[in-house]
C-alpha cells in the first residue's frame, strides 16, 4: 500500500523474487497511475488504485493478501493494522512505532499476527545494525557506556548544486516539519531536553572522515532506545540527523520566524506573495527595510552572510504570488522548497549513517565506529528508496516464508531478523565498515 517515492526499489525488489517464490504483488496507491508506473507492466504485478479510507476495498484487498506491506503516510498505518487483526494478516512498515500500534499487541498474539515495524533506514537499518553491535560486545563482555547514532539523507557531492547542499529525498513534509516538540537524551547520566526553538542552535559537528564533516541535530526521543536496545543503564545514548554544514543555522531563521508551523491556516494566503508572506512574520517597525536586512535583524543574522544568501536563494522572499489557498505555514514553505529542492534526473543522493560506541572491556577503553555510506542510482532508484525499501521487502520475504516465528507487534531488534536482513543487505552493497577510533 502506497506507491511513492521511497516505494521503488521494494517494488522492485519483490517483482525480481516473484517468479522463483511465485509471488504475486498489488500494488495500491491512491494514483493508480503511479501503480501502474512503479510496476512497469511485469506479469506478477497487479497494479490498482486504492483508497485505505474505503472499507469495502480495505476489506477485500487485504483479504486477498497473504502479507500487507504498508508505505502509506504514518497516521493511516492503524486503519490498516486493525484490518489486518480482523482477517489475521500479517503486516510490515517503515515508520515509527505508535502507541496506537503498540496497544494491539496483546490482540495480535492472541490472533496469531505479527505487526512488524520500524523496517526501513532510519528507523530500520540503524536498530538492526546497532542491535548486532550491542549483542556481539554484551557476549565479549563489554560494558557499553555511550551510543551515539546519525542518519542522513543527503545529496552525493556530483548533485550537490545548491547553497544549501540539499535535495528532497523523501516526504518533503517531514522534512519541513522535522524537530518539532522537545528532543530528548541522556549524557553522562544527565537527562537532556532541547525545545524545537532551540534544536537547531545546538548541533554537533559529525566528522566521516573522507566523506566530510556534517551537522548533526538530535532527535525527538532517543531515551525510549535505552529499554528497546537492551542498554537500560547506558550513561550516554543520543539518536540523532545528519546534514550538509550550514543548514542548521540557515533553516534555524525558518525557525525563529514560525514559518514550519502547521497548526493554523493564514487568512488570505491565496492573494499573498512570498514577500507579503515573510513580511507577516516581522514587525511592523521592521517594514520601512529592504525584506533581507528586516529578516535578518530579526533574526539575528548577519544580513551579508551566507544564510540569508541561502534564504534568499529559495526565491521565498520576492514578490511572486503563493497561489495556495487557506494555507499554513508550514505548507507554504513546503510548496516553496519543493521547486527549489528538487531532484533533477540525473541526480544522486546520498545516505550516511554513523554508528559510534565508547565500551570498556578488560580494564581497557575502546572507541568503535561503525559507517554505512550509501550512493543512489538514479532520482527514481534513490538510496533513500533502497535503504528503506529493501529491508521491507526482505523483511517481508523472511515473514512470506515463515522464517520469523513472533507474534503480536514488534520492532527488528532480535537476531533473528536483523542477520538475515543485514547479510542480504551486504548482497546489494550495503555494507557496514568498522573500525576502532
Not at 275 to 289: H, M, V, Y
Request: proline share 5%; aromatic share 8%.
Amino acid at each position: 500500500m502506497g506507491a511513492g517515492r521511497s516505494a521503488s526499489s521494494l517494488i522492485r525488489y519483490l517483482l525480481e523474487r516473484a517468479g522463483k517464490d511465485k509471488w504475486e504483488i498489488t500494488v495500491g496507491d491512491f494514483s493508480f497511475e503511479l501503480a501502474q508506473e512503479k510496476t512497469k507492466g511485469d506479469q506478477s504485478a497487479r497494479p490498482i488504485s486504492f483508497d485505505i479510507n474505503n472499507e469495502k476495498q480495505r476489506r477485500d484487498e487485504i483479504g486477498r493478501a497473504d502479507l500487507v506491506i504498508s508505505l502509506l503516510p504514518p497516521a493511516l498505518h492503524i486503519v490498516a493494522a486493525k484490518e489486518c487483526l480482523l482477517q489475521k494478516k500479517n503486516m510490515v512498515t517503515a515508520s515509527y512505532i505508535t502507541d496506537e500500534i503498540r496497544s494491539l499487541d496483546k490482540e495480535a498474539k492472541k490472533s496469531g499476527v505479527l505487526i512488524m515495524n520500524e523496517c526501513g533506514l532510519d528507523p530500520g537499518i540503524d536498530h538492526m545494525s546497532a542491535m548486532q553491535i550491542i549483542h556481539r560486545l554484551q557476549a565479549e563482555g563489554a560494558d557499553i557506556t555511550s551510543f551515539k547514532s546519525y542518519t542522513g539523507g543527503l545529496i552525493a557531492p556530483e548533485s550537490n548544486d545548491n547553497p544549501w547542499s540539499y535535495k528532497f529525498t523523501w516526504n518533503p513534509r517531514n522534512v519541513v516539519l522535522a524537530g518539532q516538540g522537545t528532543a530528548r537524551y541522556i549524557e553522562n547520566n544527565r537527562y537532556k531536553y532541547i525545545p524545537y526553538s532551540s534544536l537547531f542552535d545546538q548541533s554537533e559537528t559529525i566528522d566521516a572522515g573522507t566523506w566530510g564533516l556534517f551537522e548533526g541535530y538530535a532527535n525527538r526521543d532517543s531515551l525510549a532506545y535505552r529499554h528497546h536496545y537492551q542498554i537500560e543503564n547506558i550513561p550516554t545514548l543520543l539518536r540523532g540527523t545528519l546534514r550538509n554544514d550550514g543548514f542548521c543555522k540557515a533553516w534555524n531563521v525558518f525557525v525563529k520566524l514560525g514559518i514550519t508551523d502547521d497548526s493554523f491556516v493564514m487568512e488570505g494566503s491565496s492573494g499573498m506573495t512570498y514577500e507579503d508572506f515573510i513580511r507577516s512574520f516581522l514587525p511592523a517597525a521592521l517594514d520601512p527595510l529592504p525584506l533581507p536586512v528586516a529578516l535578518a535583524r530579526f533574526t539575528g543574522v548577519d544580513e551579508k552572510g551566507a544564510v540569508i544568501d541561502k534564504i534568499s536563494w529559495t526565491g521565498i522572499l520576492d514578490p511572486e504570488p503563493i497561489g495556495l489557498p487557506d494555507s499554513s505555514p508550514a505548507k507554504i514553505l513546503q510548496h516553496k522548497l519543493e521547486q527549489k529542492w528538487a531532484l533533477k534526473q540525473g541526480d544522486k543522493d546520498l545516505i550516511i549513517m554513523i554508528h559510534r560506541f565508547n565500551y570498556r572491556l578488560k580494564k581497557k577503553v575502546y572507541n568503535l565506529q561503525s559507517l554505512l555510506v550509501v550512493k543512489g542510482e538514479d532520482s527514481v532508484y534513490t538510496a533513500m528508496a533502497r535503504t528503506v525499501g529493501l529491508p521491507l521487502g526482505i523483511t517481508a520475504g523472511l515473514m512470506l516464508h515463515g522464517t520469523l516465528k513472533l507474534t503480536g507487534v514488534h520492532l527488528p531488534v532480535m537476531k533473528e531478523i536483523y542477520d538475515p536482513v543485514l547479510r542480504e543487505l551486504e548482497s546489494f552493497g550495503i555494507s557496514f565498515r568498522e573500525e576502532i577510533l
